[in-house]
């Protein structure tokens, strides 16, 4: 009998699987996987930004309208609060119809800020709204 376990021994020994070959393949390919996928380029949206050109909106025909680095309303160089804003916007527009508001906006201005002045700058009637921002 001792001798009839033992060769159940060696079959049971024998038709186990070596899984080592089987990890170190998929370890090459998991290292392989990740070095190729720092090389490739990620999907993402061009954008083309216009050009300076000969038609700035802070030419003087349009109403311009500046936020400052501490979220100041500038308009025709005097502070504004931000709930006047509509009111100026309606009353220069009514001496030009055909003016647009240009927000010169400081880089460091909240959006918030830009995003009360534009819908009020629509509020007033006035759709061509365009935004430029400034480091000063």
Do not use: C
């Amino acid at each position: 009998m001792r001798h009839l376990r033992g060769s159940q021994q060696e079959q049971a020994d024998e038709s186990e699987i070596d899984l080592t070959p089987m990890l170190d393949v998929v370890f090459i390919m998991l290292i392989f996987f990740i070095v190729t996928a720092s090389f490739l380029k990620e999907a993402g949206i061009e954008i083309n930004r216009p050009e300076d050109s000969q038609n700035d909106p802070s030419d003087s025909e349009n109403i311009l309208i500046q936020v400052t680095a501490n979220n100041e309303v500038w308009l025709n160089q005097r502070r504004i609060d931000i709930r006047a804003v509509r009111s100026n916007i309606e009353r220069l527009h009514a001496e030009n119809p055909e003016a647009a508001v240009a927000i010169s906006a400081h880089n460091e201005a909240l959006t918030e800020v830009y995003a009360e002045v534009a819908d009020a700058a629509r509020q007033a009637g006035v759709m061509d709204v365009s935004l430029k921002t400034n480091e000063d």
